[in-house]
């Protein structure tokens, strides 16, 4: 679904360049920030550029593409500039996650350890932590350097976390781990105090719309996903599904509100998710509307609606049940006219 080019994170990039081109990359490292910004796809690309063996034709060839927001005048100035070749076998392999020396450990990873239903792996176990550790132990099998990264590592458990300090702390020679993380702060602090820490702020609206519109998204739905997006593309894509999932329903049907949440997932934490994207997408819908009208009652009604279903949400994280705050969001912005579909207000 996602393109290999990343944008957005110019902060991140240059640290990680200058890294690069310093030959002092930091053993250990922990990527932070929300879900969906493009931590993943950037330590990737940073192991592709770790290990390319593409031959470099300027002296200095440990280097970094990573600056696609500069504009074209300053990506030709670099003269340092030697991206991963996305050709050499390395990168090839990197690419589709068969590099012998570049591990992603994740819940596939451990699904297929443990034999066990992939999507039942909500947490990291120490089994997975000391299946991995034995190869971090070994030579590598291609390139020179081995790249552990370790995705949702804010799942490890406590055990597996403490069966990963001595990794962390004395790697072996030429290994790096990266831990991909969104909530930093359940990690303990002696695993905190071993990594060097990158922190990933959300995008912009307009980064998360041209990354949409890149992966084949039309103009007028990622202009329109960007702005419930938060800054991160995984939101839109989910807001995506759930609003191509609700537009087929008839709002004419006095039973609309009853369907919406008649379509939410079985597993509770999963229908809790989606129900506060569905109530995001109502709130941004209802706030598009309240800036663009000119009636000063209907501007009050909009202006009360966004603080009841603000009070809605609140009850969504105190835990009650989300069908009834859904159908009750879902049926009072009907009211104004809103509601979960985005096609019908483009192409009517
Ligand atoms: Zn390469």
Redesign the pocket.
Known sequence: MYSNKILGHKNVLNRLKALLLSKRIPPSMIFNGRQGVGKFIVAKEFA?SIN???EKPQEDNLSLDLFQNQNETEKKSDSNEVK?????Q??KQIEVGAHPDVRIIDSSFQGFLLDEDIKKQKKLKIDTVREFSKYAYKRPLLSEHKVFIVNDADTLTTEAQNAMLKLLEEPPKNTFFILISSQKNTFLPTVLSRCHIMEFGPLSNETVEEILARNNISLDEAALLSKFSGGAVKTALDMKTIMEKLQKLDTSSTLYPFKISSMLPKESYLAREEARLILNILLTKTHQKWITINDSNQKTDLKNLIKETLKLKTFLNQNVMPTPIIELAASECLKHGITLGFMKKYHE
């Not at 991963?84 to 050499?88: E, H, K």
């Open positions: 592709k390319c063996s593409h991963p070749c996305d050709n050499c390395s990168c």
